[in-house]
């Protein structure tokens, strides 16, 4: 028997999103860059993020030039930021840029397994040449149905709203998608684990 699924979310009824989203708009220009593996993974953060954020826009590949991503997207590639972990903690990029705000309004976010991201940046070493936005979160993440390498790990829905709080200067924005995110959590903890 195939499964009923939502007609806006086209997703399980267990899994759907639709009673928790709340629509949400910032300045700032929004790319994820996601492997093409978790596009279809059951407990992807960021259908859910992308429906509180409709401006965002997704591409899907695991290799991509500079020049195919500013096509496919518009971003600005002088104002672009890659939100991923910093390899090298003994430098601090975001010091330097957080002197020029308006630097600081574009950002690719990468999403996939901790494997697949790395994985992303290897076979496209140009995305390593770019300022880096490093979120070290002090507090656990809320994910807690999916594992993380180690602790302070984040969810790609919950590194793009630190990311929007830190440039917004307020959480006005991503506090009402981490609540979000809370309640789709609670809502599928409900249910049978998801393999």
């Known amino acids: 028997m195939p499964r009923n699924l939502c007609p806006s979310c086209q997703l399980p009824s267990a899994r759907c999103h639709c009673d928790c989203?709340?629509?949400?708009?910032?300045?700032?220009?929004?790319?994820i860059w996601q492997h093409p593996t978790e596009a279809d993974h059951p407990k992807n953060s960021v259908r859910l993020l992308a429906a509180c954020l409709?401006?965002?826009?997704?591409?899907?590949?695991?290799q991509l030039s500079l020049e195919a991503l500013t096509e496919q997207t518009g971003i600005d590639v002088d104002r672009l930021?890659?939100?991923?972990?910093?390899t090298q903690p003994q430098t601090n990029p975001i010091d330097v840029i957080a002197t020029n705000p308006e630097a600081s309004t574009q950002l690719l976010a990468i999403d996939g397994t901790w494997r697949k991201a790395r994985k992303l940046l290897h076979v496209n070493p140009w995305l390593t040449q770019l300022p880096r936005r490093s979120i070290n979160s002090q507090n656990?993440?809320?994910?807690?149905?999916?594992?993380?390498?180690?602790?302070g790990q984040l969810s790609t829905l919950e590194a793009v709203c630190k990311a929007i709080e830190e440039?917004?200067?307020?959480?006005?924005?991503?506090?009402?998608?981490?609540?979000?995110?809370?309640?789709?959590?609670?809502k599928l903890s409900h249910h049978q684990p998801i393999r």
């Open 21 to 31: 989203v709340v629509e949400q708009f910032c300045d700032i220009k929004l790319v």
């Open 54 to 62: 409709p401006q965002i826009q997704i591409i899907r590949a695991e």
């Open 81 to 86: 930021e890659l939100l991923f972990p910093d």
């Open 140 to 151: 656990r993440s809320r994910y807690h149905i999916r594992k993380a390498e180690r602790e």
């Open 167 to 186: 440039i917004e200067g307020h959480d006005h924005t991503s506090a009402p998608i981490l609540n979000a995110f809370d309640q789709y959590l609670t």
